[in-house]
Protein backbone atom coordinates (compact mmCIF):
# COMPACT_ATOMS: atom_id res chain seq x y z
CA UNK A 1 0.00 0.00 0.00
CA UNK A 2 3.22 2.25 0.52
CA UNK A 3 4.82 1.72 -2.73
CA UNK A 4 0.99 2.19 -4.28
CA UNK A 5 1.11 6.19 -2.47
CA UNK A 6 4.82 6.54 -3.15
CA UNK A 7 4.22 5.73 -7.07
CA UNK A 8 1.05 8.10 -7.19
CA UNK A 9 2.52 11.06 -5.28
CA UNK A 10 5.77 10.27 -7.83
CA UNK A 11 3.49 10.32 -10.84
CA UNK A 12 1.67 13.33 -9.76
CA UNK A 13 4.99 15.53 -9.07
CA UNK A 14 6.20 14.09 -12.98
CA UNK A 15 3.24 15.45 -14.21
CA UNK A 16 2.97 18.64 -12.61
CA UNK A 17 6.62 19.58 -13.82
CA UNK A 18 6.28 18.26 -17.17
CA UNK A 19 2.88 19.65 -18.10
CA UNK A 20 3.49 23.24 -16.46
CA UNK A 21 5.08 25.51 -19.08
CA UNK A 22 8.26 27.35 -18.55
CA UNK A 23 8.02 31.05 -18.14
CA UNK A 24 11.83 31.47 -20.31
CA UNK A 25 13.46 29.50 -22.14
CA UNK A 26 15.69 26.43 -20.30
CA UNK A 27 18.91 25.73 -22.14
CA UNK A 28 17.85 22.46 -22.65
CA UNK A 29 15.18 24.36 -24.75
CA UNK A 30 17.46 25.93 -26.73
CA UNK A 31 16.40 25.93 -30.82
CA UNK A 32 18.86 24.49 -33.38
CA UNK A 33 16.55 25.13 -36.50
CA UNK A 34 16.12 28.81 -36.04
CA UNK A 35 17.88 29.45 -39.92
CA UNK A 36 14.77 29.13 -42.69
CA UNK A 37 16.79 26.07 -44.59
CA UNK A 38 19.48 24.07 -44.42
CA UNK A 39 21.26 25.04 -47.48
CA UNK A 40 21.41 28.29 -49.03
CA UNK A 41 23.12 29.61 -53.15
CA UNK A 42 25.96 32.44 -52.69
CA UNK A 43 24.89 35.97 -51.88
CA UNK A 44 20.63 33.83 -51.25
CA UNK A 45 18.74 35.44 -48.44
CA UNK A 46 18.74 34.41 -44.89
CA UNK A 47 15.68 34.73 -42.67
CA UNK A 48 16.28 33.88 -38.79
CA UNK A 49 13.22 33.63 -36.45
CA UNK A 50 13.00 33.02 -32.75
CA UNK A 51 10.32 32.81 -30.10
CA UNK A 52 9.89 35.15 -28.10
CA UNK A 53 11.15 33.96 -25.14
CA UNK A 54 14.41 34.40 -25.93
CA UNK A 55 17.12 36.73 -24.42
CA UNK A 56 19.69 37.23 -27.22
CA UNK A 57 21.95 39.16 -28.16
CA UNK A 58 20.97 41.49 -31.18
CA UNK A 59 22.61 39.89 -34.00
CA UNK A 60 22.96 36.12 -35.77
CA UNK A 61 26.94 35.85 -36.41
CA UNK A 62 28.79 33.39 -38.87
CA UNK A 63 31.49 33.32 -41.19
CA UNK A 64 28.55 32.21 -43.79
CA UNK A 65 26.87 35.30 -43.89
CA UNK A 66 28.05 38.13 -45.64
CA UNK A 67 27.78 40.03 -42.51
CA UNK A 68 26.37 39.76 -38.92
CA UNK A 69 22.25 39.85 -39.37
CA UNK A 70 20.35 42.23 -36.84
CA UNK A 71 17.63 40.41 -34.86
CA UNK A 72 14.08 42.78 -34.45
CA UNK A 73 11.63 41.75 -31.73
CA UNK A 74 8.38 41.47 -32.80
CA UNK A 75 5.62 40.86 -30.59
CA UNK A 76 5.56 37.17 -31.44
CA UNK A 77 9.26 36.09 -32.06
CA UNK A 78 12.24 37.88 -32.93
CA UNK A 79 13.56 37.84 -36.28
CA UNK A 80 16.29 38.49 -39.53
CA UNK A 81 17.18 38.73 -42.62
CA UNK A 82 20.51 38.63 -44.03
CA UNK A 83 22.68 37.25 -47.03
CA UNK A 84 24.76 34.22 -47.61
CA UNK A 85 28.54 34.49 -48.05
CA UNK A 86 29.51 33.77 -51.82
CA UNK A 87 32.26 31.08 -50.62
CA UNK A 88 30.40 27.81 -50.64
CA UNK A 89 31.17 25.64 -47.64
CA UNK A 90 29.52 24.52 -44.14
CA UNK A 91 28.82 27.22 -41.63
CA UNK A 92 27.48 27.15 -38.05
CA UNK A 93 25.33 30.47 -36.94
CA UNK A 94 25.50 31.37 -33.74
CA UNK A 95 23.38 33.61 -31.17
CA UNK A 96 24.59 34.78 -27.68
CA UNK A 97 21.32 34.11 -25.69
CA UNK A 98 21.36 34.46 -21.67
CA UNK A 99 20.75 30.73 -21.51
CA UNK A 100 23.44 29.49 -24.06
CA UNK A 101 24.15 29.81 -27.14
CA UNK A 102 22.27 28.92 -30.46
CA UNK A 103 23.49 26.66 -32.90
CA UNK A 104 22.56 25.69 -36.39
CA UNK A 105 24.82 24.46 -39.28
CA UNK A 106 24.07 25.35 -42.85
CA UNK A 107 25.75 24.80 -46.44
CA UNK A 108 26.34 27.17 -48.61
CA UNK A 109 26.27 25.71 -52.07
CA UNK A 110 28.29 26.08 -55.04
CA UNK A 111 26.73 27.95 -57.93
CA UNK A 112 25.71 25.35 -60.56
CA UNK A 113 27.63 25.64 -63.36
CA UNK A 114 26.65 24.81 -66.76
CA UNK A 115 29.47 24.55 -69.57
CA UNK A 116 28.15 25.40 -72.86
CA UNK A 117 30.42 23.56 -75.75
CA UNK A 118 32.26 25.96 -77.95
CA UNK A 119 30.15 26.36 -81.34
CA UNK A 120 30.76 24.49 -84.14
CA UNK A 121 32.36 25.83 -87.47
CA UNK A 122 29.74 25.42 -90.35
CA UNK A 123 29.97 22.17 -92.26
CA UNK A 124 31.28 23.13 -96.18
CA UNK A 125 28.23 23.48 -98.43
CA UNK A 126 28.47 20.49 -101.01
CA UNK A 127 30.24 21.14 -104.51
CA UNK A 128 27.91 21.15 -106.87
CA UNK A 129 28.57 19.54 -109.86
CA UNK A 130 27.25 20.23 -113.17
CA UNK A 131 24.92 17.77 -114.53
CA UNK A 132 24.16 16.74 -118.36
CA UNK A 133 26.82 18.65 -121.42
CA UNK A 134 27.55 22.19 -120.97
CA UNK A 135 25.55 24.75 -122.27
CA UNK A 136 27.84 26.68 -125.00
CA UNK A 137 24.43 28.11 -127.15
CA UNK A 138 22.24 27.50 -129.66
CA UNK A 139 25.72 26.42 -132.10
CA UNK A 140 24.96 29.42 -135.04
CA UNK A 141 27.25 31.92 -136.30
CA UNK A 142 26.43 35.24 -136.35
Do not use: H, W
Not at 87 to 94: E, L, M
Request: overall charge positive; proline content about 13%.
Amino acid sequence: MKGTKRTTAALTILAAVVLTPAATAQPGDVPRDFLDQAEYAPGGVVKIELGPLYNCAPEATSAGFAAPIKLNPVPTATIGEGEAAATPGTYQARIFCKAGSLVDSFTVKAPVTTTTPPPQKPAKPPVKKPKGAPQTGGGGTA
